[in-house]
């Protein structure tokens, strides 16, 4: 016997309930393996700028923008998706949005590559845990967002923490705070934008083009530049920058239009797990009692972020899912021809 419109909506809603998201479920791996592949490769990332070396971190971040648009440009030129560009062109408003999220991610860009060549990943991880509640509070502030009872706790918990660190410091935890207030801030330009990511990514990179070619022919006139001066195996590596940039953007980018936004979300702390990690275990850096208290009144914030995050995000599908059924329910029912 056919189903009917119910008995398909209740299996449709079955499945919401498991996963989330009405997606074959190849696609729903595939989207995992890609949400992996990108939260992984900017976790990992740590390991490769300390290769870049003896290049400073500004010569680092140079070449970053360099290359990073000369990647994104060819792979939009394969894919022809260049009708963007023009409409863009005639938005003096979205132009202007581009130009700040370039200039805030810049910043990000640059205070996270000194942060790691100079042995403060652990510091640099931390800005990654807070930037979600640095999000939240710039929406309420900014936004005029109305936040729950536990957003309103992980919020205060974050301020805490901030406050440990900075007592056992003896000072802000500043590469945390800047990191996280650069990539928030970012993230609420990218929200106004409502621009592709390669084509965000080309048209900021755009944006930095020039200085950046700038400095770096500044520098060879000056006879300072690292670029070509270490042998092919460096310079290939300074122009590798621009893969670390757009490919896990790629990956991510297949991952948000095949994985729940929720999962996603969970996702995020992959990267700056890893990368306290790395700086534990791998670059042995001092975690003195004060950092680790820090450290737990984040990961404490966090998880009552997450909770309530997944709990209303389960609400609002029940509900959802309610409505829908009600409605099919209690819909007129066409009459029937009459029998011939």
Same mark, same amino acid.
């Given at each position: 016997?056919?189903a009917?419109?119910l008995?398909?909506?209740?299996r449709r809603?079955?499945?919401a309930?498991?996963?989330?998201?009405?997606?074959?479920s190849g696609e729903g791996?595939?989207g995992?393996?890609y949400?992996?592949a990108?939260y992984?490769?900017?976790g990992?990332?740590p390991?490769?700028w300390p290769?870049l070396?003896?290049?400073?971190a500004l010569?680092?971040?140079a070449?970053?923008m360099?290359?990073?648009?000369?990647l994104?440009?060819?792979?939009?030129?394969?894919m022809?998706?260049?009708?963007?560009?023009?409409?863009?062109?005639?938005?003096p408003?979205k132009?202007?949005?581009i130009?700040?999220a370039?200039?805030?991610?810049?910043v990000?860009?640059g205070?996270?590559?000194?942060a790691?060549?100079?042995?403060?990943?652990?510091e640099?991880?931390?800005?990654?845990f807070?930037?979600?509640l640095?999000?939240? %509070?710039? =929406?309420? #502030? +900014?936004?005029k967002?109305r936040?729950?009872p !536990?957003?309103?706790?992980a919020v *205060?918990? @974050?301020?805490?923490?901030?406050?440990v660190?900075?007592?056992?410091?003896?000072?802000?935890?500043?590469?945390?705070?800047t990191?996280a207030?650069?990539?928030a801030t970012?993230?609420l330009?990218?929200k106004k934008?409502?621009l592709?990511?390669?084509e965000s990514?080309a048209?900021?990179t755009?944006?930095?083009?020039?200085? %950046?070619l =700038?400095? #770096? +022919?500044?520098l060879?006139?000056r006879?300072e !530049?690292a670029?070509?001066?270490h *042998?092919? @195996?460096?310079a290939?590596?300074?122009?590798?920058t621009?893969?670390?940039?757009?490919?896990?953007?790629?990956?991510f980018?297949?991952?948000?239009?095949r994985?729940?936004?929720?999962?996603?979300?969970?996702l995020?702390?992959?990267?700056?797990?890893f990368?306290?990690l790395l700086?534990?275990?791998?670059?042995?850096?001092?975690?003195?009692p004060?950092?680790?208290?820090?450290?737990?009144?984040?990961?404490l914030?966090?998880?009552?972020?997450?909770?309530?995050?997944?709990?209303t995000?389960?609400?609002n599908?029940?509900e959802a899912?309610r409505?829908?059924?009600q409605?099919q329910a209690?819909?007129?029912?066409p009459?029937?021809e009459?029998?011939?």
């Open positions: 016997m056919t009917g419109p008995s398909r909506y209740r809603g079955r499945g309930r498991r996963g989330g998201a009405l997606k074959p791996r595939a995992l393996i949400g992996f990108a992984g490769m900017w990992l990332v390991l490769f290769l070396k003896p290049a400073g010569e680092i971040l070449h970053r360099v290359w990073s648009l000369v994104v440009g060819l792979v939009l030129l394969v022809r998706r260049w009708a963007w560009a023009g409409e863009l062109i005639r938005q408003r132009l202007a949005l130009t700040v370039a200039t805030v991610i810049t990000n860009w205070v996270y590559i000194w790691v060549n100079s042995g403060q990943v652990v640099a991880s931390l800005g990654y807070i930037n979600p640095v999000t939240i %509070a710039m =929406g309420v #502030l +900014l936004l967002e936040l729950r !536990a957003q309103w706790t *205060g918990i @974050g301020f805490a923490a901030v406050l660190l900075a007592i056992g410091y003896g000072q802000p935890p500043w590469i945390s705070l990191l207030f650069s990539f970012y993230g330009v990218k934008l409502n592709g990511g390669l990514l048209a900021e755009a944006v930095q083009f020039l200085p %950046a =700038g400095y #770096l +022919l500044w060879g006139s006879g !530049a670029f070509g001066a *042998g092919a @195996g460096h290939a590596l300074l122009a590798a621009g893969v670390v940039t757009a490919l896990p953007l790629i990956c980018g297949a991952a948000a239009i994985v729940p936004l929720s999962t996603l979300g969970l995020q702390y992959l990267a700056p797990v990368q306290f700086g534990v275990w791998y670059f042995h850096e001092a975690m003195p004060e950092r680790w208290a820090g450290f737990a009144l984040v990961w914030a966090l998880t009552a972020l997450t909770w309530d995050a997944l709990r995000a389960r609400k599908r029940s899912l409505l829908a059924v409605a209690t819909a007129p029912v009459p029937r009459p029998a011939a």
